[in-house]
């Protein structure tokens, strides 16, 4: 499985970006997909999920939605009223499948 990420760049504080992740190697429907962040200094966290296969997911912020597009093989990290400190790299995730991070950059 491989995974891309994209999508992030300089916002200003109260914006919106929307970032995608692109998977390849499996059907989308087969696999969860989380995404997760690391900022400068801090260890990386999880900021959301989804299972493809039922379509239950977790998104503990409600600034940031989850969701997938199946047939584009795409899970989508909508994010919005963005704040300085969602300033990180976020990457993608399938089990033990990372892809390449994108970085966020929010400005005050």
């Known amino acids: 499985v491989q995974l891309q990420a994209s999508g992030g760049g300089l916002v200003q504080a109260g914006e919106s970006v929307k970032l995608s992740c692109v998977v390849s190697g499996s059907p989308l429907a087969d696999l969860a997909i989380g995404w997760f962040r690391q900022a400068p200094g801090k260890d990386r966290e999880r900021v959301s999920c989804?299972?493809?296969?039922?379509g239950d997911s977790h998104q503990p912020d409600s600034r940031f939605t989850i969701s997938s597009d199946n047939a584009k093989n795409t899970v989508y990290l909508q994010m919005n009223s963005l704040k300085p400190e969602d300033t990180a790299v976020y990457c993608c995730?399938?089990?033990?499948?990372w892809g390449q991070g994108t970085l966020v950059t929010v400005s005050s």
């Open positions: 995730r399938s089990g033990e499948f």
């Open positions: 989804i299972k493809n296969n039922d």
